[in-house]
């Protein structure tokens, strides 16, 4: 068994344009002095990281490295969850996601997958860079404004959609086992990878790529009323990546599931800060330190309600009350018989 390494916090949701958290620097310093051990890095936010030059330059990324641990962190992996939902968008959200893209690809859904993908790429090069192991990336989606079958969906029409996505994403996969990568995808609505047959439907048309795993984010899996646990059990080969994040489901005579448009204060289904919602972390926790899972425990900061900085705090010590030191002998040692392969076929009745 391992010990989880942790806490880590995923810096998407603290980098802004006000100090500390515009620089390399200074957010890595703060994250420290919350009490984190490693962050997760948004690959594409200018302001503390510069993906290009990640990938091409190894010095670029021994200063990153080098500043982080004076700060008292280490970089646990890239996130590519921009570029990746770029890599296959439904017309129906073009003018959306155009938002995620550089502007001279605007307007040009093909110039702007192209660029996606060059992103992903770079994103894998500099990990490979930064010594990394995994990058945590969104399929993107084809198929997602088809997932609730009315009118009744043309035969073949989803199919259609995962041959097209893994298409796409089978040779970035091939680009990610030469850079030594595991890219984890995160399973997550929105996604056409939002479920675990979903991603088996992927799995199965990537020929079971070595390189295509999973993040698991329990929160996700309370609001669709999935079995977060039993998950656990059945991707425990695929699961390579963590992000402890709390959520609640408490669905009433007028909602559910769906939460009728609502804004996140007032959804049946609401992301939580840890410790404050319903999942169970004393279990899951127990589960990934048996199934020898070799990865970070990484805080994502997402709440309807709590401040992120309480909620940063509070997420640290969170994850440090629940990371299992694991055990290194059994607990019942001390009444080991000694015995041989003789005596233990003497003791079965079993001839010499």
Known sequence: MKTIRGPGLFLAQFAA????????DGITKWAGNCGYKGVQVPS??????DVALAAQSKDYCDELSGVAARNGVQI?????????????VHPAYDSMYDGFADPSVHGNPAARQAWAVDQVRLALKASQNLGLTTMVSFSGALAWPYLYP????PPGLIETAFDELAKRWHPILDYAEDCGIDVCYEIHPGEDLHDGVTFEMFL????????ANMLYDPSHYVLQCLDYLDNLDIYRDRIKMFHAKDAEFNPTGRQGVYSGYQPWVDRAGRFRSLGDGQVDFKAIFSKLAAMDFDGWAVVEWECCLKHPE????EGAQF?????????????DDFADSGTDDAANRAALGLEG
Do not use: C, M
């Not at 344009?17 to 390399?24: F, G, I, R, T």
């Not at 646990?76 to 296959?88: E, I, N, W």
């Not at 994850?319 to 607990?331: G, L, N, Q, W």
């Open 17 to 24: 344009d006000n100090a500390p958290y515009n620089s390399w």
């Open 44 to 49: 594409w936010d200018g302001r503390i990281f």
């Open 76 to 88: 646990t992996d890239l996130s590519t969850h921009l570029q990746g939902q770029l890599v296959a």
């Open 150 to 153: 009315w009118p009744q969906r």
């Open 204 to 211: 199965d048309r990537v020929k079971h790529h070595a390189r």
């Open 310 to 313: 309480v909620g940063a705090r």
């Open 319 to 331: 994850v440090k009350d629940h990371i299992i030191e694991v055990t290194e002998r059994a607990f």
